[in-house]
């Protein structure tokens, strides 16, 4: 059976918003597979001060990734290493983004990584800057990418953190890193946050209009031989735990035994944000340039089933629909399937 596998981060709407949102809501594919198609698994609820989102937890289960036996978050360094060319002979591996925390009236807030709009040159640059704060503590100290960075610290296996996406948009205090290596790593980044404070190049960032990178966020401790996901090409699935500032979809992911899936990132940044406008308006998008096609490939017989994987900050639902299930005539299109 050909089946696509389609997962849509922050498609179920928070329960006070979802009827007023899916009242005013276009999205006429979705609409059809929900309402001609079935559950595919039973709704899951989440603890919504879990240090990774539902679709974080998905993925991680999906490809095999480790949960972190402390806080069951996605033990995605190693695997992210490798994604980005990298070989550690050893060590235990945390993902790095350098990031902005802004003050609210009595907390600090975590803005959304992927939407801060860090070039490659500043980014080098910014690194370049760290890196003498970071190695003379005896870490190594790995870049991948414009705001993927990778810190080594042995010492601090078996601490707890907070996947970016979950602490995004929060106060900070309860999603901050706990357990062993807590104080080295607040020392660390409050020398970072030191270093970078006047920085000429967040002053030229302030003047365009950009916000300053004033922080680095820490996740993803794992041990540098962990978190292959056989059958995959450059672990290319790891990389949707970061998903792309621009929030389109990915080319579909393979693995050994498992369905091609897409995962659409479109909805993450209006979510995180609480702009639902924007939410309806990406909603309509992502409808359009993506369920629409595979909708159709799915009446032609491309495609013999698509599985729909929703998400909220707190839920997840499951519905497969077949090429058979379309001929459902009686049954309404609806997005009935979003409520709560």
Known sequence: MKQLDILIPFA????????DLLRQAHAPALAMLLGRGKAAAPAQTHDPFARALPHEHWL??????PATAVDNSPAAAAALLRSFGHDPDGGHWFVLHPAHIHVARDHLVLTDI???????AQSRAL???????????GHGFLYGDARTWF????????????????????????????????LPWRKLQNEVQMQW?????????????????????????ADHAIGHASGTSDNAWARTLT???????????????????LVANGLTEAALAEEWGIWLDRLATLDGALLAPRLQSLRDGEIDQIRL??????????????RGALRRFWAQPSLSGLKP
């Open 12 to 19: 179920l709407p928070p329960a006070e918003m979802a009827r």
């Open 60 to 65: 991680t289960r999906r490809f095999g990734l």
């Open 114 to 120: 992927a939407q801060l709009d860090l070039d490659e």
């Open 127 to 137: 690194f370049a800057s760290a890196e003498p704060l970071v190695t003379e503590l």
């Open 151 to 182: 810190l080594r610290a042995d010492a601090w296996a078996g601490l707890r953190t907070s996947t970016p996406t979950a602490a995004s948009g929060r106060n900070i205090d309860i999603w901050m890193p706990e357990g062993p290596g807590e």
């Open 197 to 221: 404070f006047s920085d000429a190049l967040n002053e030229d960032r302030e003047m365009r209009g950009l916000k300053a990178v004033n922080s680095i966020w820490l996740w993803g401790g």
């Open 243 to 261: 998903p792309a500032p621009d929030g389109t979809a990915e080319q579909p992911i393979e693995a050994a035994g498992l369905a091609p899936l």
């Open 309 to 322: 994987i929703l998400t909220g900050a707190d839920r997840l639902r499951e519905y497969g629909a077949t």
